[in-house]
């Protein structure tokens, strides 16, 4: 795989809370340099970001509900719609955990249909991604969260937030593909920080990587 074929794979992201405008500057700057697929950040530097990367083709992504999903369906709704008026593209939505796990399948559908709505209404394509948080779940809630998250019209299922005990596995990203099939996309994050575990998840299913590491993965991989 070429550097320039990964970084097209990769969201190039910054969610921790001490994050400075100057610190997503440089993210912008680093993401119109790699020419990576999107910029990652909490919904306060959405603004920032769509007028950072203008015209450089690279996609504007905010997190909702993050990180641990136990927003109220409304809360989850309304961040959706502030960041697509802000200038987001894409949506990394958390779903409810909790729900997930006590079998409440009818509330985890309408908490991600929510965001869903919001995006299908805004005046640009949106795609939203659902994070499971794949290392609290058991393989059965794996494939239950997956399932639901294309019912309700998810674009994507993505195995973690990273601020959860534990990241993507290759072992996760195969069972998500699996569930979800060819029309879906599924995407890796938590924990990749290498060319090496980047391009693993790729060949166990992941159509997109969510790193923060994105120049030391880059930099494994030859330019020709």
Do not use: W
């Not at 399948?105 to 929510?114: A, L, N, S, T, W």
């Amino acid at each position: 795989m070429q550097r320039s074929e990964l970084a097209q794979r990769i969201d190039h992201t910054l969610l921790g809370p001490a994050a400075t405008r100057d610190d997503v500057a440089k993210l912008c700057e680093e993401a119109i340099q790699f020419v990576v697929a999107s910029v990652c950040v909490n919904p306060c530097h959405v603004s920032m970001v769509r007028d950072l990367l203008k015209d450089s083709g690279v996609k504007t992504c905010a997190v909702v509900g993050f990180p641990h999903g136990a927003h109220t369906r409304e809360t989850k709704a309304f961040e959706a719609q502030q960041a697509i008026a802000d200038g987001a593209d894409e949506l990394d939505m958390v779903l409810h955990v909790g729900s997930l796990k006590e079998g409440d399948y009818f509330g985890v559908i309408e908490d991600i249909r929510g965001v869903c709505t919001a995006a299908s209404k805004a005046p640009r394509p949106v795609l939203v991604k659902v994070i499971l948080e794949t290392s609290l779940l058991t393989e059965e809630e794996k494939v239950a969260g997956a399932t639901l998250a294309k019912a309700a019209g998810a674009h994507f299922v993505k195995t973690s937030t990273g601020f959860g005990p534990g990241g993507a596995t290759v072992e996760d990203v195969a069972l998500l593909r699996a569930t979800v099939g060819k029309n879906m996309g599924v995407k890796a994050a938590g924990g990749i920080r290498d060319a090496k575990t980047a391009i693993a998840m790729i060949e166990a299913g992941a159509d997109r990587i969510g790193a923060s590491r994105t120049a030391a993965i880059l930099e494994g991989i030859s330019e020709g």
